[in-house]
Structures are given as structure tokens and as C-alpha cells.
């Protein structure tokens, strides 16, 4: 067991806190696997009637995975960024799947492996301080962790858009786009924990619902509302170039920001998301996370995952060199090989396979 994850249970709640805040809780090897064995460990557990999962510190409910170790281990050839995702994809599956009440309190930023271990439960109870994001193109890689799942079940082509873009949303952009299912005011969070920790869960099903609706307020107004129309007709079909194209025709204040936005991403990787989330739309989740695997180990084979992590993460430049640097020299139909199975012996499993 590690120190960054704190798992107890407190009356009929199995608790969870990611401890590690001055690392904004982004998700380790030990961190996937003490969540993994506290859920299963409370998966047939009568007395624990639901999860709770939150953070220590105000910025961060969990900004991602260890992206320098992933980069490290693609750059030596080693075995190590292969287990993470792995084992990381079989905790998302775990949550996904889970046979309880899961609420992450998602008061802070929730970025790649942050929404992979929140977005797949029941509940997801965004805050004052929410910052949800898939910012993976900008890194030279795909929304990962089953966001070929989530994104394209999203209302329209917001998933598109926020898959393409890595837009901010948040609370009540959150709330707007289904991505959270509850609110609560950062201030009265601990309320909440402390209601949820005394509850009688057992003997009223409502009861959870109840609390959480009992400590809720007003998010204030959605952007979302504002821009869907120009969302959904910009982003629809699977062709970026063609997005883009239009985006460009439009010549509205809104689309040239998302040209613009778009201009920094890279553009093997907004062609490769957009085949996974159109793909992601028709599979199961367990597929899509077979997926996800095959994907990000072959984005270790290409060069825009190292350059996107030295520009962002080590040299923090943030003036990547893409290869290729156009969104029209993208050769779409050679990706089609980053969806091919792996070898046997790393293909995705789950538990209980």
C-alpha cells in the first residue's frame, strides 16, 4: 500500500483520498493499485454501502497519470508505461462496472487519469474550483482512459470538440454536458463528506441522492448553451481537415479561436482522435479500453508524444515541433495500423479474466 492513496472506511462509506498534492494527485503505478485493492476489497462488503472518492488540497482532484514516466519508459523500450496503462485500464473498467454508488468529488482539476477514475462512476460532483479537460493532443497523444467511451456519448459533438481542442469546462459546463451529475459549493464539501459519512445508506436507497441534492446550490449559467450550435457544425464527421475548413469559413470570433487553439495541438494526434472517438461510439467499454492500450502504446513508436511531453513537461518551452507540422500532410489511413491488436501477451485483460 502507498501513502499518496488514504482508503478507510468511515460508517457505511468506503473512503478514498488521493494524497498527493503537490503533484496535483496526478495517478502513480502504487496510487492505480491501492485503488484497485480497496475496491475490490469493498466491492462485496455489506457494510460498505457506497464510495467516495476525493483529494487532499484546493487546486487538484487529479491532473492526470505519471506523463514523465510514460515518456521515460517509451524512450528506454521498457515494460514500464505498457503496466501503467494497463493496469490503469483495468481500474477504469473496475469503476465503470462497480456494483455501488461511486462519487468523486471533483473540486479541482480533473484532467486524463483525473477523469478516468471519476467520470465512469455513478456520481461525479463537480465544485467552485472544477477545471475538467482531455488536453491530450497537446501532448502529441489521445484522450485516453476511455475517453473514445465517454466523449462521443456526449450531447452533439461536444466530445469532438473538447477531444480535438482540450477545452476547460467547468461546473456548470459540466453539469450542461452531463459530464458531472451533481454540484456542490466548494466551501460546503466538507459538509457534504461529513452528512455522507453519518448516513444510514442501508436502510434508504434514496438517501444518498437525497444529501447530495441537500447540499447542492447554483453553478451559475453554462457557455455551452451559447456555442452548441456552432459546436456540433463545426466538429461533426471524422475529417479534421475538414473541421477546420469550416471552422475557417465561418470567420466567426468563436471558430478562429478554436482554429487557433487547434494550430497548437498536434495534428497526428487530433486525426488519431478523431478515428477513436467515432470508433469508441460503437464499442463496449471494455473494447474501447482494448482500444485505448492498443493506441497508446503505438503513439510510444511515433515522435510527437516525446516532443509534446519535452515542450510542455520538461523544457516547458511550450513551442513543440510537430511531425508533420500540418494538419493537411497527415497520412490518416497509415494511423489505421495504431488499431491493430498488440501481441498476446499485451493485449488489455480485465479482472476476473
Known amino acids: 500500500m502507498t501513502d499518496e492513496i488514504i482508503a478507510r472506511k468511515v460508517g457505511q462509506l468506503g473512503r478514498i483520498t488521493l494524497n498527493r498534492p503537490k503533484a496535483l494527485n496526478a495517478l502513480t503505478l502504487p496510487m492505480v493499485h491501492a485503488m484497485t485493492e480497496a475496491l475490490m476489497s469493498w466491492k462485496d462488503d455489506a457494510g460498505v454501502q457506497a464510495i467516495v472518492v476525493d483529494a487532499e488540497g484546493e487546486k487538484g482532484f487529479c491532473a492526470g497519470g505519471d506523463i514523465l514516466m510514460l515518456h521515460n519508459s517509451g524512450k528506454a523500450g521498457g515494460e514500464d508505461a505498457w503496466r501503467f496503462w494497463h493496469d490503469e485500464y483495468q481500474l477504469n473498467t473496475l469503476i465503470q462496472e462497480y456494483p455501488k454508488p461511486y462519487v468523486a468529488?471533483?473540486?479541482?482539476?480533473?484532467?486524463?487519469?483525473?477523469?478516468?477514475?471519476?467520470?465512469?462512476?455513478?456520481?461525479?460532483?463537480?465544485?467552485?474550483?472544477?477545471?475538467?479537460?482531455?488536453?491530450?493532443?497537446?501532448?502529441?497523444?489521445?484522450?485516453?482512459?476511455?475517453?473514445?467511451?465517454?466523449?462521443?456519448?456526449?450531447?452533439?459533438?461536444?466530445?469532438?470538440?473538447?477531444?480535438?481542442?482540450?477545452?476547460?469546462?467547468?461546473?456548470?459546463?459540466?453539469?450542461?454536458?452531463?459530464?458531472?451529475?451533481?454540484?456542490?459549493?466548494?466551501?460546503?464539501?466538507?459538509?457534504?463528506?461529513?452528512?455522507?459519512?453519518?448516513?444510514?445508506?442501508?436502510?434508504?436507497?434514496?438517501?444518498?441522492?437525497?444529501i447530495l441534492e441537500a447540499h447542492s446550490g447554483d453553478p451559475g449559467s453554462s457557455e455551452l448553451a451559447l456555442v452548441r450550435g456552432l459546436i456540433d457544425a463545426a466538429f461533426e464527421g471524422d475529417d479534421v481537415p475538414a473541421m477546420m475548413a469550416r471552422m475557417e469559413a465561418a470567420g466567426d470570433q468563436w471558430s478562429a479561436k478554436q482554429l487557433k487553439i487547434m494550430g497548437t495541438k498536434?495534428?497526428?494526434?487530433?486525426?488519431?482522435?478523431?478515428?477513436?472517438?467515432?470508433?469508441?461510439?460503437?464499442?463496449?467499454?471494455?473494447?474501447?479500453?482494448?482500444?485505448?492500450?492498443?493506441?497508446?502504446?503505438?503513439?510510444?513508436?511515433?515522435?510527437?508524444?516525446?516532443?509534446?511531453?519535452?515542450?510542455?513537461?520538461?523544457?516547458?518551452?511550450?513551442?513543440?515541433?510537430?511531425?508533420?507540422?500540418?494538419?493537411?500532410?497527415?497520412?490518416?489511413?497509415?494511423?489505421?495500423?495504431?488499431?491493430?491488436?498488440?501481441?498476446?501477451?499485451k493485449e488489455q485483460t480485465f479482472l476476473g479474466e
Open 105 to 210: 468529488l471533483i473540486d479541482g482539476i480533473t484532467m486524463g487519469g483525473g477523469v478516468g477514475i471519476s467520470v465512469h462512476g455513478s456520481h461525479r460532483v463537480a465544485g467552485d474550483r472544477t477545471m475538467f479537460a482531455m488536453p491530450e493532443t497537446g501532448i502529441g497523444f489521445h484522450p485516453d482512459v476511455g475517453g473514445a467511451y465517454f466523449l462521443p456519448r456526449l450531447p452533439g459533438e461536444i466530445g469532438m470538440w473538447m477531444g480535438l481542442t482540450g477545452a476547460r469546462l467547468k461546473a456548470a459546463d459540466c453539469l450542461a454536458a452531463g459530464l458531472a451529475t451533481h454540484y456542490c459549493p466548494s466551501a460546503d464539501q466538507a459538509s457534504l463528506l461529513d452528512a455522507l459519512e453519518k448516513a444510514d445508506l442501508a436502510s434508504d436507497e434514496d438517501k444518498l441522492e437525497e
Open 266 to 345: 498536434s495534428p497526428t494526434a487530433m486525426v488519431l482522435t478523431a478515428k477513436c472517438l467515432r470508433r469508441g461510439a460503437d464499442l463496449s467499454f471494455e473494447d474501447v479500453m482494448r482500444q485505448d492500450l492498443r493506441v497508446s502504446m503505438r503513439c510510444l513508436a511515433g515522435t510527437d508524444f516525446y516532443e509534446g511531453v519535452r515542450a510542455v513537461i520538461i523544457d516547458k518551452d511550450n513551442a513543440p515541433s510537430w511531425s508533420p507540422a500540418a494538419i493537411g500532410k497527415v497520412d490518416a489511413e497509415a494511423l489505421e495500423a495504431y488499431f491493430e491488436p498488440l501481441a498476446a501477451d
